[in-house]
């Protein structure tokens, strides 16, 4: 039976209610990078920020510091339990059995979270860092984002009536629920539009994140690829879907000794993935220091990998210079993949589906724009604080060396002014364009 979520919003009344209650609610490709990380890099020190994009959002005078470190401080109590790790250790993920090591096993029946550092700044935002081994930090990556992103939407809803609450997730539901029409009537132009559900960093909360999953598995059946979230997927009996994320890249050019070896750093990133990873989860994730540099000094053995998972270009033009670049590797771009996941909303997903049939495979990572597109629901008119804001929590330094990012969209670079400068010489700024950055 599905959940009356209204009637739990209204009714908790403990003193805590825990956002993040398993550390299996996280995204899989934590999992797979850490294992990464412990073997290639097991001493190196990394330091991670929650980052607010939208300024404009206040999140300290939204979120109340006593129910912040209360979240923080609870999930810092989890450990992961016995028949997760049972599922993690004898479940089938992008068909290999046994993916994880028993020593990473063992590691993750020790794990905690680490500590955590929480100061408010003077322009109303909250500085959150995570400070320790890379392995650790890491893992506070999307249970901080999921905890302030609920509590957020919390502030947004405290005070509004029962009946309001259920006016809002109805309105919120049927919202989805026109979205995934839309997909089964574009599936009749082009055939199937496979969907795998990328929610859960800027979620409203995990009970309506649940939902969603839920209402993507009845709606599109096959088409539904699975989910990133690691407890919806073994609870629902889903694939979960992953593979990586820009920290690695950030981290290995962070400790690069040259601007040689900083040049190298994407590729050798690759060339780690590949001895530890195989099949399905050789997608590469090319936009670190920009997606046309990264083609253009691409060894030729990276264009034989599975897929390309452009994150921070328009779609279609991404995904247009990614099949040029097979093609002059002498790849047939029909046998690869192309995995959308940027922002996607189900006009960009509309867009891109249709311009891509054809002319390669593809999948669509859906993300924000799914589980906490609330615009317009609240039944006073529109609430700010229930609309989606750009928070990340990034890389921010290694070994004591600052992290960088340059991405395609220059709105997305993080990392101190002189050393943008020196990356953006090194990488140059070739295929970059400026545009607003949403989510």
Not at 15 to 28: K, Q, S, Y
Not at 357 to 379: E, I, M, Q, V, Y
Not at 394 to 402: E, H, I, L, T
Request: with cysteine.
């Amino acid at each position: 039976m599905t959940l009356d979520i209204a009637t739990r919003v209204y009714d908790h009344g403990f003193r805590i209610d825990p956002i993040v209650r398993t550390l299996l609610d996280t995204d899989f490709y934590k999992f797979l990078m850490v294992q990464l990380i412990r073997q290639v890099a097991p001493s190196t020190r990394a330091t991670f920020g929650l980052i607010n994009r939208t300024r404009s959002v206040r999140l300290a005078e939204v979120i109340d510091e006593r129910e912040l470190r209360d979240q923080l401080d609870h999930a810092r109590t989890i450990r992961f339990q016995k028949n997760e790790l049972i599922w993690l250790a004898g479940n089938t993920f992008y068909g290999v059995r046994q993916i994880f090591s028993a020593d990473f096993l063992d590691w993750l029946e020790r794990f905690r979270l680490p500590d955590y550092r929480l100061e408010r700044t003077a322009d109303g935002q909250w500085e959150l860092t995570f400070e320790g081994l890379w392995a650790e930090t890491s893992m506070w990556e999307i249970p901080a984002l999921a905890i302030v992103n609920e509590l957020r939407a919390r502030a947004a809803m405290k005070g509004m009536s029962r009946f309001e609450l259920d006016v809002l997730y109805a309105r919120a539901k049927a919202k989805v629920w026109a979205k995934i029409e839309r997909i089964r009537a574009l599936e009749a132009e082009v055939g199937t539009v496979p969907i795998a559900e990328f929610g859960t960093r800027r979620r409203h909360g995990f009970l309506w994140q649940r939902w969603c999953v839920e209402a993507l598995k009845e709606g599109l059946g096959a088409s539904f690829l699975g989910t990133s979230n690691v407890k919806l997927a073994m609870d629902s009996a889903l694939e979960a879907i992953g593979t990586n994320a820009h920290e690695l890249p950030m981290v290995y050019a962070a400790l690069a000794k040259s601007d040689d070896e900083l040049r190298a750093a994407p590729y050798r990133v690759l060339e780690d993935w590949a001895r530890l990873y195989h099949g399905n989860l050789l997608v590469i994730l090319p936009d670190t220091f920009g997606t046309t540099a990264f083609l253009r000094d691409a060894p030729d053995w990276a264009a034989q990998w599975k897929g390309v998972r452009p994150d921070s270009k328009e779609p279609i033009a991404a995904a247009d210079e990614i099949i040029a670049w097979w093609k002059a590797r002498g790849h047939d771009p029909r046998d690869k993949l192309i995995v959308l996941s940027d922002g996607m909303d189900i006009d960009s997903i509309e867009a891109s589906a249709r311009h891509l049939d054809g002319k390669c495979r593809f999948s669509f990572g859906w993300g924000t724009h799914l589980t906490n597109d609330f615009a317009g629901c609240a039944p006073a008119g529109s609430h700010p604080n229930l609309e989606a804001i750009s928070l990340v929590c990034k890389v921010v330094a290694a070994d004591g060396r600052p992290a960088v990012k340059l991405s395609d969209n220059p709105e997305k670079a993080m990392g101190p002014a002189d050393e943008v400068a020196r990356y953006t010489r090194v990488f140059g700024t070739q295929g970059f364009a400026r545009m607003p950055v949403e989510v």
